[in-house]
Nanobody
Framework: QVQLVESGGGLVQAGGSLRLSCAAS????????VAWFRQAPGKEREFVSA????????YYSDSVKGRFTISRDNVKNTVALQMGSLKPEDTAVYYC?????????????????WGQGTQVTVSS
């Protein structure tokens, strides 16, 4: 069983930065793909970014490309999402998700392991 815990959310002004972290409970997660999704009130869960187990490949949604960077540390079992040039439309609950064999899938239903989420609020 893989448990994921997000941290690093908060309130930031537009143009600012935040760094989210996802800590995994099991060493086996080093072989998992990990993704970040977000969900704003009244909206569907949206793909943000994903990284494969080796960190060779990563993928970003068009809405965050060039502003966000995903990275992972398989020794510490953590995945980070560095967010820059934040916009009010980035406001959402951010979730990390993990699974085996999903590559860089962008559909949230393909991930079986989820964290509880962390709130990011960007003020204008």
């Amino acid at each position: 069983q893989v448990q994921l815990v997000e941290s690093g959310g908060g309130l930031v002004q537009a143009g600012g930065s935040l760094r989210l972290s996802c800590a995994a409970s099991a060493r086996t997660v080093s072989r998992y793909s990990v993704a970040w999704f977000r969900q704003a009130p009244g909206k569907e869960r949206e793909f943000v970014s994903a990284i494969d187990w080796s960190s060779v490949r990563s993928y970003y949604s068009d809405s965050v490309k060039g502003r966000f960077t995903i990275s992972r540390d398989n020794v510490k079992n953590t995945v980070a999402l560095q967010m820059g040039s934040l916009k009010p439309e980035d406001t959402a609950v951010y979730y990390c998700a993990a699974d085996l064999g999903v590559g860089l899938r962008t559909t949230w239903t393909e991930y079986n392991y989820w964290g509880q989420g962390t709130q990011v609020t960007v003020s204008s």
